[in-house]
C-alpha cells in the first residue's frame, strides 16, 4: 500500500514538468520525497499495527 501511494504522487507530480510546483521551490524535491516517505511509514506502522502485515 506504501509502494502504491508513492507511485500516485510521482506519478502527479512528473507528468507535468511545466508547471509543478516543487521546481520554483529551492526545497521541493526534498519536500515531496519527505511527504511521500512520511505517508508510506504511516501507513505501514498502521497495518503492521492492526495486523494486516
Known amino acids: 500500500m ?5 507511485r500516485f504522487v ?3 507530480s512528473g507528468r507535468n514538468f511545466a508547471h509543478m510546483p516543487e521546481l520554483t521551490w529551492r526545497y521541493g524535491d526534498h519536500a515531496v520525497l519527505v511527504a ?3 505517508i508510506c511509514l504511516a501507513l505501514y506502522r498502521l497495518f503492521k499495527r492492526s495486523g494486516w502485515l
Request: net charge negative; charged share 10%; proline share 0%.
Open 2 to 6: 506504501g509502494l502504491a501511494v508513492a
Open 10 to 12: 510521482d506519478g502527479v
Open 36 to 38: 511521500m516517505a512520511t
